[in-house]
């Protein structure tokens, strides 16, 4: 069956159409089924409204969702929405991954360098009891506290520590890795 996909991506992906070629594949497979998944990201320009309103699009764009997919363009890492995209689904507890899409010729028909990991940006420590979970960000050349706390019980290997997320995610490139043929396999179809 397939998956119910979230989208998350810089804004400036969609205008170059990278974002789109992996958001819309499936519309060129004969049935949308052998995609793997269906698009249930948001699609709106949410920069003219406030930010009580873009985390209620956010919310209401997770909702459904088992997958969490970040579109890793070269400033994607630095987005602070983006980033609250990555930390709410994992707090819900989608299965995360991500795809470098600068492999995939823009509307100047170039490529770029792959993007910085948007996960190794973010990361999440552990309580010594495991009870207590805080979200961490690398800003400033260091890691600071992300604004946001949650309960959780965690075993005891991750008990008093803390970890990027880059070391639970997979990431994938869309040309090199063939995303058109495997992405079903990667958002775990």
């Known amino acids: 069956m397939a998956k ?11 205008a170059d159409f990278r974002a789109n070629v992996v958001r819309q594949h ?3 497979k004969p049935d949308r089924e052998d995609a793997g998944f269906f698009d249930h990201s948001l699609w709106e320009d949410a920069k003219r409204r406030g930010n009580d309103a873009l ?13 969490t997919c970040v579109l890793i363009g070269s400033r994607t890492y630095e987005r602070p929405w983006v980033r609250y995209e990555i930390l709410r689904s994992f707090h819900r507890g989608n299965r995360l991954v ?12 170039m490529t770029k360098p792959l993007g910085p990991n ?9 309580s010594t009891d495991g009870r207590v979970g805080q979200f961490r960000q690398w800003t400033g050349g260091a890691w600071t506290p992300y604004p946001r706390t949650f309960s959780c019980d965690v075993g005891s290997s991750h ?4 970890f990027s997320l880059s070391q639970w995610v997979p990431t994938y490139d869309w040309v090199s890795h063939n995303g058109f043929a495997n992405f079903a396999t990667w958002i775990g179809s």
Not at 55 to 67: A, F, P, Q, R, Y
Not at 98 to 109: A, F, L, M, P, S
Not at 118 to 126: D, E, I, K, M, Q
Request: charged share 20%; proline share 2%.
């Open 4 to 14: 119910r996909v979230f989208f998350s991506f810089h804004y400036e992906d969609v």
């Open 26 to 28: 499936w519309m060129t």
């Open 55 to 67: 985390v209620k699009l956010i919310e209401d764009g997770l909702n459904g969702t088992s997958v």
């Open 98 to 109: 991500g795809v470098h899409i600068n492999g995939i010729r823009g509307k100047d028909r």
């Open 118 to 126: 948007p996960f190794s940006f973010v990361g999440v420590g552990y």
């Open 159 to 162: 008990r008093g520590n803390w």
